[in-house]
């Protein structure tokens, strides 16, 4: 996407509401080996309906994690949210310079965006057409440069040099292809619907084969659970969190807590289910992939799978990764939901190699 660069090592950074998630990956002969992860709770008011709010308390944050983790790698890929952009497939002319390619591009695009071509970030990709046909289709992403700046400004202040501000979905693309091709039917036609479950959202994806083809988002996620958990046992909100991701809670918690949680949740999913069959796309879900910090809570996946009659899985891409000498495989197990979209911002190689 915006940027690119090069390095063996590659560090995810994934910037949350509630917190941030960083994978270290390194990249030897086309294999990706995990070196390391860690997970650091978000202050409340730091990271505030998808922007940050203060770039030099993230930055640092993500500094002191990484030196407490004894993370290595020096450069970074961090992400944006599908909500910060602003994508359009165009047509046009094959025998375009790239010069010309560009003016073109931004004068299409200034018909499409309510803010003006300067404000951008521009991106742009060819679809797999024929190269040699008179006319060719480009996939342009735009994004605001305010957008593109804080994130650079957090890597900044975490000391380390941005290879490239993605896309999240695109982060989450790759993290589940290995997991998807490993599914029963998850070849080229399957259907397979991914549920990231974020703190505030949670996000529907459809894939066919290893390709998106429709996305969707509800305002529902973690922040009821993280809340409810404040409430209930009367801890600060930092304590909650660092309970959840450390599985510290008090023996009532399931009963109290979570399965009132996870209800509402299921209901969601299957809501969300249906929303793809009605919106024209053709086919079926044929499995369903869990996500997020919330994925491997209250049985979630069982319960799934009784109420839908289909395979559902929790995204493990971290497990099926070489793990590198210190890294714990039950350990990448149980973090790996949480931490696709890092993982596949790590994995990012700008075109193909690195």
């Known amino acids: 996407m915006f940027g690119v660069g090069k390095n063996n090592q590659v560090l995810g950074v994934d910037i949350g509401e509630s917190a941030i998630k960083l994978v270290q990956l390194t990249h030897h002969n086309n294999a990706q080996t995990v070196t390391n992860v860690a997970i650091e709770p978000l202050h409340r008011g730091l ?20 030196t407490q983790h004894k993370f290595t790698a020096k450069r970074a890929v961090a992400c944006v949210n599908f909500a910060d ?12 310079r790239a010069l010309e390619l560009e003016h073109w591009i931004e004068f299409e695009i200034d018909k499409f965006v309510p803010f003006p071509v300067s404000e951008l970030n521009l991106d742009y990709q060819f679809t797999k057409d024929n190269e040699h046909d008179e006319e060719r289709q480009v996939l342009v992403t735009a994004c605001r440069k305010t957008t593109i700046d804080k994130i650079q400004s957090c890597m900044e202040f975490a000391e380390l040099e941005p290879l490239c501000v993605d896309v999240a979905h695109n982060a989450m693309e790759r993290a589940s292809h290995l997991v998807i091709q490993g599914m029963a039917g998850g070849g080229v036609n399957g259907l397979t ?11 529907f994806y459809v894939y066919k084969g290893a390709e998106m083809i429709y996305q969707r988002e509800e305002p529902f996620g973690a922040r009821i659970l993280i809340d409810d958990i404040v409430s209930e046992y009367s801890m600060p909100e930092d304590k909650a969190l660092y309970a959840i991701y450390n599985k510290q809670l008090p023996p009532s918690y399931k009963t109290k807590v979570l399965k009132p949680y996870v209800k509402p949740m299921v209901k969601e999913i299957e809501r969300g289910m249906l929303a793809f069959e009605a919106s024209g796309v053709n086919g079926q879900i044929d499995r369903i992939l869990l996500a997020g910090g919330s994925a491997r809570v209250g049985g979630l996946e069982k319960i799934l799978e009784k109420r839908i009659k289909k395979d559902v899985k929790t995204l493990n891409t971290l497990s099926l990764l070489h793990a590198g000498k210190k890294i714990s495989s039950e350990s990448l197990r149980s973090q790996a939901p949480q931490m696709a979209i890092a993982c596949g911002l790590a994995m990012w190689v700008p075109d193909g190699v690195l």
């Open 47 to 66: 990271f505030v309906e998808g922007q940050i709010v203060d770039a030099e308390q993230i930055g640092t944050l993500i500094r002191h994690t990484m």
């Open 85 to 96: 952009i602003i994508s359009k497939r165009l047509i046009v002319r094959a025998d375009l």
């Open 193 to 203: 619907a991914l549920v990231d479950i974020g703190t505030s959202s949670t996000r």
